[in-house]
């Protein structure tokens, strides 16, 4: 089952929150949605581009505890007994570049993926750090345990700025979020994961989903029971009869606009590819196999279908496992590689080597950018419960696909993968070259909702690893 959300707030908790769709408020103009797309358009004319757009498109894997950088991008085989991992290391597609063992099918795409090695936030906190790298931009204050959403100067995530900079298409919006928000134990949303400043109508979707269940279906992109596709037909006849009447007595841009976000919400219930894209049923099984079966599979899966639908930015956030050590994410302070070993990095390496598969045998791997990061690293020593703590000082990321030159490294840890030697990499640069390959260079203005002229991003551009 699939609800959509037009803010990501707790769905647990009690809190009050209005449904971006709700179809079973059908009405004579089908929708009180083109109301909304309004708002959203008028936010999409402040968008000034300047970079030719190496990508269409946007796949963010986030691995909410933070990606272990030992036992994966950056692994030491040769380092320290208290900080190296217990799985070693293995060549790869690209000569003198060894990743984490429990890598064998990413290892094999190497050729496609640019490894950046000195990725540095300064923040050991979840949320804030997360906010960070999440939005491009320092929380303030830093190191803020459960830092929570709201505050007037909250800057905007990625997938807001997509919305602002990036037209919705047939019916979707440009940037969407799945299979649920981030949170800390106890339902504590993280910030950065709207659109702050900017305002809620630029939110990025928040679609709560599981598409693993068999029976995964979009209620909320379905007609209500009680509304037969005649009923609907008839109504949406009506609508047009009516339209075409008031034309006759007012005919300007506004009117012109209000017709057409009509039409798109009516293509979200009438068929066409936004609702396509939604249908998992459509896949061959050997398809949804070679991505694995699990909830966070399955969303990468549906993610590219998204993308292919014409949606601008999909962020796909791993979710806990309830029944797992340490809830079943990668914040493993207890029982490290047991848990990398059992279900982190079996899911992980399987569905990350399967997008970028898929993705080139489609095709679509050029033109669609792909990014693993997470909040933050790992900490160099094991601790006493066999786990690995928060690690801001130095971590790795990795970008693949449209507009990366794949096979590089950039940026040098020390011997422990404590700290960076060469090529640090700020989360306001990771953020500049995101955009920058979505058509959008740093010092491209928006405006908030004071109409105060504000650049994109204050980072720079990493050229080294850009194709």
Not at 105 to 131: C, E, W
Not at 184 to 192: D, F, R, S
Not at 313 to 337: A, C, F, P, Y
């Amino acid at each position: 089952m699939l609800r959509i959300f037009d803010r990501n707030v707790p769905l647990c908790d009690g809190v009050s929150r209005r449904e971006w769709l709700r179809v079973g408020s059908l009405g004579l103009s089908g929708l009180s949605l083109p109301h909304l797309l309004a708002s959203r358009d008028r936010a999409a004319e402040q968008g000034q581009g300047g970079a030719q757009p190496k990508a269409k498109s946007v796949i963010l894997f986030w691995l909410t505890g933070g990606v272990p950088q030992h036992d994966t991008w950056d692994p030491k085989p040769n380092g320290p007994d208290h900080s190296r991992s217990e799985f070693g290391a293995i060549p790869t597609r690209t000569p003198g570049l060894q990743v984490g063992a429990l890598m064998p099918q990413t290892a094999q795409l190497t050729d496609r993926i640019a490894v950046l090695r000195a990725m540095v936030t300064g923040d050991n906190s979840h949320s804030s750090s997360g906010y960070q790298m999440l939005t491009g931009v320092p929380h303030i204050p830093l190191s803020r345990e459960n830092a929570l959403p709201g505050a007037p100067n909250d800057w905007p995530s990625l997938g807001a700025l997509t919305r602002v900079l990036r037209s919705d298409k047939d019916g979707l919006p440009s940037a969407i979020t799945l299979p649920r928000h981030i949170a800390n134990v106890g339902e504590k949303l993280w910030p950065g994961q709207d659109a702050g400043f900017l305002g809620r109508t630029v939110d990025p979707w928040l679609l709560t989903c599981d598409p693993s269940e068999e029976d995964f279906q979009i209620p909320d992109l379905q007609l209500p029971a009680d509304v037969s596709e005649l009923r609907y037909d008839q109504r949406r006849g009506l609508l047009t009869q009516v339209n075409r009447q008031l034309d006759r007595f007012e005919q300007h841009a506004e009117t012109e606009q209000y017709d057409r976000r009509t039409e798109q919400a009516i293509s979200l219930l009438s068929g066409g590819r936004a609702r396509e894209a939604f249908d998992l049923a459509r896949e061959r099984d050997t398809i949804r196999d070679r991505y694995g079966r699990s909830k966070f599979a399955q969303s990468v899966l549906l993610a590219r279908r998204l993308v292919e639908a014409g949606t601008s930015l999909v962020q796909v956030n791993w979710q806990r496992i309830d029944d797992k050590e340490n809830n079943g994410s990668w914040d493993t302070h207890k029982d490290h590689h047991a848990s990398l070993k059992g279900w982190l990095m079996p899911i992980m390496d399987q569905a990350f080597s399967a997008l970028l598969t898929d993705l080139e045998e489609r095709g679509l791997l050029d033109e669609t950018l792909v990014a693993w990061v997470g909040e933050f690293g790992h900490t160099p020593r094991i601790n006493a419960r066999a786990g690995r703590d928060h690690w801001g000082s130095v971590f790795s990321i990795a970008l693949a696909g449209g507009g990366v030159r794949g096979g590089v490294v950039h940026g040098e840890s020390d011997r422990e993968a404590a700290y960076p030697i060469s090529g640090r990499v700020a989360p306001n640069d990771y953020a500049a070259t995101v955009l920058h390959c979505l058509g959008f260079e740093p010092e491209t203005i928006i405006r908030d909702l004071q109409d105060r002229p504000i650049p994109i991003s204050r980072g720079k551009v990493i050229d080294q690893v850009l194709a």
